[in-house]
């Protein structure tokens, strides 16, 4: 059989046969197709035609299959499987219920709320393969630049060095406020109060982060500090988390940091509150402008009805 005959078979026609081979009758597969018994006899004639042998033997009660028939109606039936499938997997690509997003995370999100954002997500697009990248808040806007990652977690302040241009291409979903604490050695005077004034912490050595990596949020201390007419005396400077607790557990100093630290129990060192009222820090979920996948649009609807719905706090 040439291609000028095969190439003009129609999905029908198969399904028409297979249904014909299951039910072994044409009344029983006419109703079961819902049509006309004669038209389907007739379409099925037309199927053997353009084929070039016979499908099934008409002689037999039940319908039986020709030995053409049985190899022949055998592959039909996976190619109509396969396509069914194929159908199905593009429209639950369209509906963003397959495929993968790459996601960027620091240690701010990570200690929060990623676990409910992963989970709720999960729960609704199981088939969805999530990729996490942990990146400090500088390498995840420049990989949300050059569309490197999809999405991207950080504090807002880190959007405020970016000059006018670069900042309109991106856009960002509120994920969660949180205020700063104070971080105190454990065997600091201060750690046995609950609440503490950066008044009494005048001319004390301070763990901070460094300007030119986290500038945003370095001012914001800054100014706090100045409020409560506070000078810290900056021993060490250090752009992670970790090293902040581990230089606070030595006795180096004391820190300000976001409060999602809390999660981490590091031994050495004590959360207290601040009796000065604290600068509200904003985590986002931050995309490019111009990223229109809709498994990243699903991904975003859960994040900001987790944070509208009080689930992250």
Excluded at 221 to 239: H, S, T, W, Y
Excluded at 284 to 294: C, D, L
């Amino acid at each position: 059989m040439g291609f000028s005959r095969w190439h003009e078979l129609e999905f029908r026609h198969l399904e028409y046969a297979i249904t014909l081979k299951q039910h072994q009758g044409f009344v029983q597969a006419a109703i079961a197709l819902g049509l006309d018994q004669g038209y389907l006899s007739k379409q099925i004639q037309r199927l053997e035609k353009k084929l070039g042998f016979t499908l099934f033997d008409r002689t037999t009660r039940p319908l039986g299959l020709t030995h053409e028939g049985q190899v022949f109606l055998k592959r039909a039936e996976r190619i109509i499987e396969q396509t069914r499938k194929a159908v199905e997997l593009a429209q639950e690509t369209q509906a963003g219920k397959r495929g993968h997003l790459d996601i960027g995370i620091n240690t701010s999100i990570a200690n929060s709320n990623l676990p409910n954002i992963i989970q709720a997500f999960r729960q609704q697009f199981p088939m969805v393969n999530l990729v996490l990248h942990e990146l400090a808040s500088y390498d995840q806007i420049e990989q949300l630049r050059n569309h490197q990652i999809d999405v991207g977690f950080f504090h807002k302040h880190n959007l405020q060095s970016l000059s006018k241009e670069d900042s309109e291409i991106f856009s960002n979903t509120l994920v969660l406020r949180e205020s700063l604490v104070l971080v105190l050695p454990e065997k600091h005077p201060l750690a046995k109060k609950m609440c503490v004034s950066l008044t009494d912490l005048n001319d004390n050595d301070f763990v901070l982060p460094p300007h030119s990596l986290l500038n945003g949020l370095r001012d914001q201390i800054d100014q706090l500090c100045f409020r409560a007419n506070c000078k810290p005396v900056v021993v060490q400077e250090a752009g992670w988390i970790t090293t902040v607790l581990s230089l606070v557990a030595g006795g180096m100093g004391v820190s300000l940091l976001p409060a999602n630290v809390r999660h981490l129990q590091r031994t050495g060192v004590v959360y207290r509150n601040l009796v000065e009222a604290s600068p509200v820090l904003e985590i986002i979920a931050v995309k490019h402008q111009n990223n229109e996948s809709t498994i990243l649009g699903n991904f975003l609807d859960i994040v900001k009805a987790l944070s509208e719905n009080g689930q992250i706090a």
